[in-house]
């Protein structure tokens, strides 16, 4: 069974800041890889699908990449509204990483 | 305004039953396979289940931490989706969301949650 380790599991960044969080699959998962925003209290959101593709919606200062086995999620120029948790899942034979709380400095 | 409203959540004894419900308003429900997701108190997002649309025979798949115990249902002419939770244990106490998916076609096809519910808590505890 392919697994999916997230990291890190927590993170601390000011406003401002560039951070990157990564999810690695155990075997290639193509570009089978989204991402998800969760503020405390709140309903997850897509941010990224397939890898790199932005949602609708979603500020551009967020950025998915890789492929195979290694992924990032990106967050340049942190604004106060991005501290919350973020997961990674493969979206086929669905698994969620294990999720990083992004907390402000 | 696309939204799902999941209902159904309570209070069960351990090896108790409960179903879920799902109701969509504000897109073709019919044309899209929906997801069932859970999240433990102060734990992260666990996926539980699909089921499929009818153009694929509205198939499901369940992980396997309730597979055999759980099993998703959908009515389109209601726009509805529910689960059914038998042999309840306390480990399945959690909020439970639904989700549309979202299928991008390119040389594959790749599917991600666009849409969620609110979600509805279930506590499983004598």
């Known amino acids: 069974d392919i697994q999916m380790t997230q990291s890190p599991s927590s993170l601390v960044a000011s406003v401002g800041d560039r951070v990157t969080i990564t999810c690695r699959a155990s075997?290639?998962?193509?570009?089978?890889l989204n991402w998800y925003q969760q503020k405390p209290g709140k309903v997850p959101k897509l941010l990224i699908y397939?890898?790199?593709s932005l949602q609708s919606g979603v500020p551009s200062r967020f950025r998915g990449s890789g492929s195979g086995t290694l992924f990032t999620l990106t967050i340049n120029n942190l604004q106060p509204e991005d501290f919350a948790s973020y997961y990674c899942q493969r979206s086929y034979s669905t698994l969620f990483g294990q999720g990083t709380r992004l907390e402000i400095k | 305004e696309v939204q799902l409203v999941e209902s159904g959540g309570g209070l069960v004894q351990p090896g108790g039953s409960l179903r879920l419900s799902c109701s969509a308003s504000g897109f073709a429900f019919s044309d899209h396979y929906m997801d069932w997701v859970r999240q433990a108190p102060g734990k992260g997002l666990e996926w539980i289940g699909r089921?499929?649309?009818?153009?694929?025979?509205?198939?499901?798949e369940y992980a396997a931490s309730v597979r055999g115990r759980f099993t998703i249902s959908r009515d389109d002419s209601k726009n509805s989706i529910y689960m059914q939770m038998n042999s309840l244990k306390s480990e399945d106490t959690a909020v439970y969301f639904c989700?549309?998916?979202?299928?991008?076609?390119?040389?594959?096809?790749?599917?991600?949650?666009?849409?969620w519910g609110q979600g509805t808590t279930v506590t499983v505890s004598s």
């Open positions: 089921i499929r649309n009818k153009v694929n025979k509205y198939t499901t």
């Open positions: 989700a549309r998916i979202k299928l991008e076609q390119r040389y594959y096809y790749y599917y991600s949650m666009d849409v």
């Open positions: 075997q290639s998962i193509n570009i089978y």
């Open positions: 397939a890898a790199s």
